[in-house]
């Protein structure tokens, strides 16, 4: 019951910034976890950084220092701020909740569609 809109992506030109966001919404759901994770051409889809519900982050070792994780609880929305770009950094980029209905008794995972992002000069 719960649909992701992710936006931000586009082409940035290294040592640039970018802000992705992602937007759940739906009826009647909770949020727990949230995050990010990219996935370049041929290669295996990886964790940017996640923030808990209580605010706790974590990112990778590829990113730290240079992307901060934030979210807005009464907007039910994630953002991945980007700084220092480099060309390594070009991947599609996924936002990922953790979410549940009322009744559930566990959450599920929800995944976006990703967007793209292109660090060329």
């Known amino acids: 019951q719960v649909q992701l809109v992710e936006s931000g992506g586009g082409l940035v030109q290294p040592g640039g910034s970018l802000r992705l966001s992602c937007a759940a919404s739906g009826s009647r759901f909770s949020i727990a976890g949230m995050g990010w994770y990219r996935q370049a051409p041929g290669k295996q889809r990886e964790l940017v950084a996640t923030?808990?519900?209580?605010?706790?982050?974590n990112y990778a070792d590829s990113v730290k220092g240079r992307a901060t994780i934030s979210r807005d609880n009464a907007k039910n929305t994630v953002y991945l701020q980007m700084n220092s770009l480099e060309p390594e950094d070009t991947a599609t980029y996924y936002c990922?909740?953790?979410?549940?209905?009322?009744?559930?008794?566990?959450?599920?995972?929800?995944w976006g569609q990703g967007t793209l992002v292109t660090v060329s000069s």
């Open positions: 923030i808990t519900s209580g605010g706790s982050t």
């Open positions: 990922n909740v953790e979410s549940r209905a009322p009744g559930d008794w566990r959450y599920r995972e929800v």
